[in-house]
């Protein structure tokens, strides 16, 4: 059976955390553990997923103002 939830990746970050991969874009954690944000933030962009605390996506809020990474 097919599932439509999406893709979720989480790999280890290169400082000891995690990073979460979600259609070719990087995020990062907030203070909570549901809550993600881009990792372009910095730059601007106010693209945010939330996923459940199991890691099962939820939703997205906002857009990204930028094309997706090169992230595969």
């Known amino acids: 059976m097919l599932s439509n939830q999406p893709v979720l990746q989480f790999v280890p970050s290169k400082r000891g955390g995690t990073i979460l991969i ?4 990087s995020f ?3 203070s909570s553990k549901v809550r993600w944000y881009c ?3 910095f ?3 106010r693209m945010r997923i939330v996923v459940t ?3 099962q996506f939820v939703t997205e ?5 930028h094309p997706p990474a090169l992230i595969q």
Do not use: F, L, P
Not at 61 to 65: F, L, Q, Y
């Open 22 to 25: 979600y259609n070719r874009n």
């Open 61 to 65: 809020i906002g857009e990204h103002n």
């Open 28 to 30: 990062v954690q907030t």
């Open 39 to 41: 990792s372009k933030k």
């Open 43 to 45: 730059r601007g962009c």
């Open 53 to 55: 605390a199991d890691g």
